[in-house]
């Protein structure tokens, strides 16, 4: 299938939006005015190493076209360290001149109005995708510029596994646990991975479900928003149900508890575990450090109990922000620098250092002409109409302390039951700080 076509089909989906680029950088627009002399903005980014492997090239290919501007790379942990880190720096005044962060509901915690600078004026702006849009903009501006592509939440697994134990890829969840349970038997291979080493990946299997609750009903993220619908009672529960149910069966890898993302990911390439659940832009990382096993790695959604639910979660790309404390000449070469990410020569870098986990959401760049076979598996579902957003993407409430729990009842500490009580009352502060209505 063609990146045009597997653009059109992903676009094609109601809120669920694809593809980053685009413009070419540098005009005045963008710029906000030329600078005078020698100015050094800063860029922070997570510290996975995916992610530094496309800012590094990015950084140096922006000041061979810019050569009175300096770029100094910074970088900040993942989850909810990195999370309270921007949101103590935005609010000490000493964030970085560009940010790279999520989209959605974790933006909006952000007060992005009072901290950000409003970028709607900029001529990359009309490319992006409505969708996108939506997710990095209030009533009073637009703040953020897509960066890296869109992307499913799934099971990552190794097909050669699946291929030696005669497995099919499961629709229902008794189906996914009998495929474990068959792994484990088998021995040698960890049938399900995970890794709270890296808190922020214990999320996958309650966040990555929310397609299948939306399945199940159809108005359950407007509901959760005003407040008359929780965590505690089906659909919603079996997210955290399933997170108790893999590690009570014994089928997780003995180091999960210690394990980090990019040791989960050298299992999966290596075969040495089966089933990841993981947001599908980590096979950048695979890429990276295990080219050849690239093709071996497919992707299926997280069952839903019925075949007819099962459903595939599409998370928006992140963006890239610029908080208002960066005025001036410093400003001026943030803008630039964003217009360059998101220019050809911007996302050809992008192309040529990560591996594209969906399509982008901006016109004016196109996904390559080779791209993993994970991406057709993530199309199956794409063409069927059987993918919706996040439920970030839909509602501007999730708590803060959603990986911490998850981790609890996903190391059996606490019951699936507890777990999602916590979250419950996890998400209170947040949705009254927010001052939705109901809370």
């Known amino acids: ?101 999520n989209s959605g509901s974790l933006l909006q915690a952000l007060n992005p109005d009072n901290t950000l600078v409003d970028l709607s004026d900029q001529s990359w702006a009309k490319d992006v995708d409505p969708q996108f849009t939506k997710v990095v903009s209030t009533s009073k501006g637009m703040y953020g510029a897509p960066f890296g592509t869109s992307f499913g939440g799934a099971i990552m697994y190794n097909k050669k596994v699946y291929e030696k134990l005669g497995l099919s890829v499961p629709t229902t969840w008794d189906e996914f646990i009998a495929n ?47 407040h008359k619908e929780p965590y505690t009672k089906d659909p919603a529960f079996a997210g955290f149900d399933h997170l108790a149910e893999v590690e009570d069966k014994g089928l997780l890898n003995q180091d999960y508890a210690s394990a980090t993302q990019a040791n989960g990911l050298k299992m999966l390439a290596e075969g040495t575990g089966a089933q990841y659940p993981m947001l599908t832009n980590a096979i950048s990382t695979i890429q990276q450090d295990n080219p050849s096993k690239v093709d071996d790695i497919g992707a299926f959604a997280i069952p839903a109990q019925d075949a007819s639910d099962t459903r595939l979660t599409i998370w928006e790309p992140n963006g890239l922000y610029v908080p208002k404390t960066t005025t001036g000449d410093k400003l001026s070469a943030a803008k630039k ?90 998400v209170v502060q947040q949705a009254q700080q927010l001052g939705i209505k109901g809370w």
């Open 337 to 426: 620098f964003i217009a360059f990410a998101n220019s050809s020569e911007g996302c050809g870098i992008q192309n040529d250092t990560g591996t594209p986990g969906g399509p982008y959401v901006i016109s004016t760049c196109s996904l390559p002409s080779s791209v993993p076979p994970m991406i057709g598996d993530l199309q199956k579902y794409l063409d069927e109409e059987k993918a919706s957003p996040a439920l970030e993407f839909l509602s501007p409430i999730k708590g803060p302390n959603l990986e911490k729990i998850c981790i609890q009842v996903g190391s059996g500490i606490s019951s699936a039951a507890v777990g999602a009580k916590q979250y419950d009352q996890d």
């Open 180 to 226: 474990s349970e068959k792994i484990k038997d088998a021995g040698d291979v960890a049938p399900i991975i995970q890794t709270y080493g890296d808190t922020w990946t214990s999320q996958l299997f309650v966040l990555a479900d929310f397609a299948n609750i939306t399945a199940q009903q159809s108005d359950w993220a407007s509901e959760y928003t005003d």
């Open 1 to 101: 299938m063609s990146a045009r076509s597997l653009t059109t089909r992903l676009i094609a989906i109601g809120g669920a939006a694809v593809l980053i680029g685009g413009l070419t950088a540098c005009s005045s627009g963008d710029s906000g005015g030329s600078s005078g002399g020698k100015v050094e903005i800063s860029y922070l980014i997570d510290n996975g190493p995916a992610t530094a492997a496309t800012a590094k090239p990015l950084i140096a290919a922006f000041e061979k076209a810019n050569p009175d501007i300096t770029v100094k790379l910074d970088t900040r942990p993942q989850g909810t360290d990195g999370d309270n880190l921007i949101k103590t720096q935005l609010s000490t005044g000493e964030m970085a001149d560009v940010f790279n962060y």
